[in-house]
């Protein structure tokens, strides 16, 4: 089980990575929001994993057979957080889009600079 988990980490992890080194802005957006989701499963994760068993020590369990509360708690702020920052970060894409033109991020179109400039030398 911890290596399944730990290989969807992974996998999120070098997907958003390269997702966010691309040069047009929703692919940043969607390399981020999958970053946030490997980070969400690495702190869930932290809270030991647990099936069928309380989030809270009681009187008959050991302390080896609960899960942290702390960690969920922590997942659902930054599922709540993440969701408005992949909103703004939409809307800003789309704000940009819509002045200049084109989805690079740096507002530069790569494709016609390069076909502009192939007959220069």
Do not use: C
Not at 15 to 44: D, K, Q, W
Not at 77 to 91: E, H, P, Q, S
Request: charge should be negative.
């Amino acid at each position: 089980m911890e290596w399944l988990i730990s290989l969807a980490i992974g996998v999120l992890t070098a997907s958003g990575v390269y997702l966010t080194l691309r040069a047009y802005t929703f692919p940043v957006v969607m390399g981020l929001t999958l970053l946030a989701y490997a980070v969400n499963i690495f702190l869930f994760s932290m809270g030991r994993l647990t099936v069928g068993l309380p989030a809270v020590i009681d009187k008959t369990a050991e302390v080896a057979q609960y899960s942290d509360p702390l960690p969920q708690a922590l997942v659902l702020t930054a599922i709540v957080i993440a969701f408005g920052m992949t909103a703004f970060l939409i809307v800003l894409a789309l704000k940009a889009r819509g002045e200049l033109g084109n989805d690079h991020v740096d507002g530069l179109d790569v494709e016609s600079e390069s076909h502009s400039n192939k007959g220069v030398k």
